[in-house]
């Protein structure tokens, strides 16, 4: 599973990319309660609101390797270099499945027509 899409390319901007997935991590959450709500969610990735700290509980998936895994993944995405070139090639350097997901690709399931914009 890719965290970015490859044809970015050079348009790829990490703060966003990182902002993202904090997002996605607190709409993930296995309480509804602690759940952003989808207004806050879209200021969010606005960046009108500022992302709360990602905080989960791991015993709550069952599976705390891969969540692990993700965590550190993560992690490493806050402390990589700044140049949009390592940035990218970071983003791109795991092909792990994480929690919640699939061997299954949206290539498998979607045909991909390049020729659409």
Known sequence: M?????????????????????VALLCINPSP????????????LEGKTIVDKVTIDTSIYGDELRFSALKDHFEQLQRAPTSTSEAESLLHSSNMT????SSTSGQDLYPVNLDSQ
């Open 2 to 22: 890719e965290l970015v899409d490859p044809q970015l390319g050079s348009e790829l901007n990490k703060e966003e990319a990182i902002r993202m997935i904090k």
């Open 33 to 44: 309660a602690l759940r952003p709500t989808m207004s806050t969610v879209v200021s969010m």
């Open 98 to 101: 994480y929690v919640g997901s």
